[in-house]
């Protein structure tokens, strides 16, 4: 039997962020955690999301997607579907719904290793918003497995080098440095 992984409140009990910046992104979210029902409402102003950086750990080598609404190199994820409360499930249904990759799995456990609050740009008649993104580390054991979910959203495999290079995102290279001392380390 699969353990079930747990709803976010749960997730962030005991989680301890690793600066200032982190610090007061946790308590934004445990904020809307506490005055919503239901945190992965996209008609939130701030809602959850969560994601995850694919590792292939024998050639450690990162996984990351075009996202071109950010116009940027970033990981796999996004927001949770009715009814799912738990951040890993999110990741990892996301991460196989993205790349095609049917193996993927936590690494090397199931902890979350970076909470960020990322904003997003209006589109259309979505307003600009952000997201209280929950962040995973998952592997996969075929990466030549992976396939785009749609031809403008491009896979890359990269060195930690490289994709610290292909991405313009902060936060995101937060994620990477801890990724590689977790996953590479």
């Excluded at 580390?137 to 491009?154: M, N, S």
């Excluded at 936060?171 to 996953?183: D, H």
């Amino acid at each position: 039997m699969i353990e079930a992984s747990p709803p976010v409140a749960d997730l962030l009990t005991g989680y301890q962020p690793a600066d200032t910046t982190e610090a007061a992104d946790v308590a934004r979210i445990r904020e809307v955690l506490a005055a919503e029902t239901d945190p992965w409402s996209q008609s939130l102003p701030l809602h959850v999301t969560a994601s995850a950086v694919i590792v292939h750990p024998p050639t450690r080598r990162v996984l990351l997607r075009w996202h071109a609404r950010q116009r940027a190199w970033l990981q796999v994820g996004g927001h949770g579907d009715p009814g799912e409360t738990a951040p890993l499930d999110v990741a990892l249904r996301e991460g196989r719904e993205e790349t095609g990759l049917p193996d993927l799995a936590p690494w090397p456990d199931g902890r979350l290793v970076h909470a960020v609050i990322v904003p997003v740009p209006a589109k259309g008649d979505d307003p600009a918003h952000e997201h209280a993104d929950l962040r995973f580390v998952l592997a996969t054991g075929e990466p030549d497995a992976a396939r785009p979910e749609k031809p403008d959203a491009p896979l890359r495999w990269l060195t930690m080098g490289e994709a610290w290079e292909a991405t313009t995102e902060d936060n995101l290279r937060e994620t990477l440095s801890r990724v590689e001392r977790l996953a590479f380390g």
